[in-house]
């Protein structure tokens, strides 16, 4: 099957992202949000980053305004009904997730697939809130979308082969690089993640080291991009906690338990970059 309507449903970080980056691999694109105020919200988050991208002279005036006018906002849902793959990006919640799908099953063509951006949660049990378990698969993108290359495609017991093979292709049309996943819980990037950035946490609120350290400490001297402090305030520390939750709750294993200082930063309403302020004040810079 050709994919030619890609829907997103969600547009806050991630569904942003995907959005912009299926309109610039030349898809039409139909992009939801709970309520017009947020959709505004959404969509003027893709405008300032391509209105960005064209003052840095990466993408011209006339890519932007052809990009955005393959993008329709919606409050919705009947809009996917011509879509043949739709991406659900909504927060972090399997019942929210489960209820999104069984509307999605209904409206949408017998088939289109459906994917969950979902960073941990079980694609089977999203899978059989609808009748097409092998047409559903976890497509999970990586934040910032449009800078970062992976997308990790998961297949759960019920996914086809040629589920997986549309998948693939989809990656690459959209630019990214594919690695399959199982459906575990964390799949394979957070599954190995979680322990890390949690043991950051721990010393930090141990009091052994500074933040800034411990960031610099594994920038320079691990040769990642930034630290796991700076990951977690880019992640969204609600959406840190959601991960670390799910995993914990299916394995059991200490190493995934939320840090007490995630679980208070969380409570706080300090949920990173996104807020303004998590470990980090972005208020200030
Ligand atoms: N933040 C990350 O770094 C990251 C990375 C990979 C995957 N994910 C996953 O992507 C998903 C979204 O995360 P996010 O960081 O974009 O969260 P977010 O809170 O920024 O965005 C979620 C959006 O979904 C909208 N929404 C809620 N209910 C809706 C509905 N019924 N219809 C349409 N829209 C609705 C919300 O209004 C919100 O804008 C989660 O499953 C998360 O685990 C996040």
Known sequence: MEIKKVGVVGCGLMGSGIAQVCAQAGYQVVVSEANEELLKKGLGSIDSFLANSVKK????????????????????????ADCNLVIEAV??????????????????????????NT????????????SRPEKVLGLHFFNPVPLMKLLEIVKSIATSDETIEAGKEFGKAVGKTTIIAPDIPGFIVNRLLMPFMHGALRMLESGYATKEDIDTGVKLGLGHPMGPITLADLIGLDTDLFIANAIYDELKETQYAPPTILKKMVAAGWWGRKTGKGFYDYNKK
């Open 91 to 116: 927060v972090e919640n399997i019942d929210l997730k489960k209820k999104i799908f069984a509307q999605l099953d209904e409206i949408c063509p017998d088939d289109a697939i459906l994917a969950s």
């Open 57 to 80: 002279g990466r993408v011209t005036q006339e890519d932007k305004d052809a990009l955005i006018s393959r993008i329709k906002g919606t409050i919705d849902f009947k809009d996917f």
């Open 119 to 130: 960073s941990c949660l079980s694609v089977i049990d999203i899978a059989n809130a609808t």
